[in-house]
């Protein structure tokens, strides 16, 4: 099933996505290394086109809430499809993922993308 997605609706699901888990995620010194946190969901939304690249996963906690994660994609993103590396633009909408992502200062980044 093909999922599009607008440039409004993906800004607004990377919006929610980033309040929920900064509010949610521990806070982090500057001195203290950030605590790796994973995900397992499903993209909403891939961005290439805008620097810094961006993805949005929606996944589910606790099994009832829904989580919507939305995380920069830096250059040494790990990002692999089973075990072969791929590109961030390769991801599409409704495919499973596993995300692994620290909070910053300035936001949430990826620093695994596993694609299943």
Known sequence: MTHAVTRSHWSVGLAVGLAV???????VGAESKAAAR?????????????????????????????????ATVESDTKILRGKQPVDLSTLKAGESVDLTYVKQEDGLVARSIHAR
């Open 21 to 27: 888990l900064w509010a949610a995620a521990p806070s």
């Open 38 to 70: 994973t995900v397992r969901g499903e993209v909403v939304a891939v961005n290439v086109q805008d620097s810094p690249h961006t993805i949005v996963v929606k996944a589910m906690k606790g099994g009832k809430d829904e989580l919507i994660v939305g």
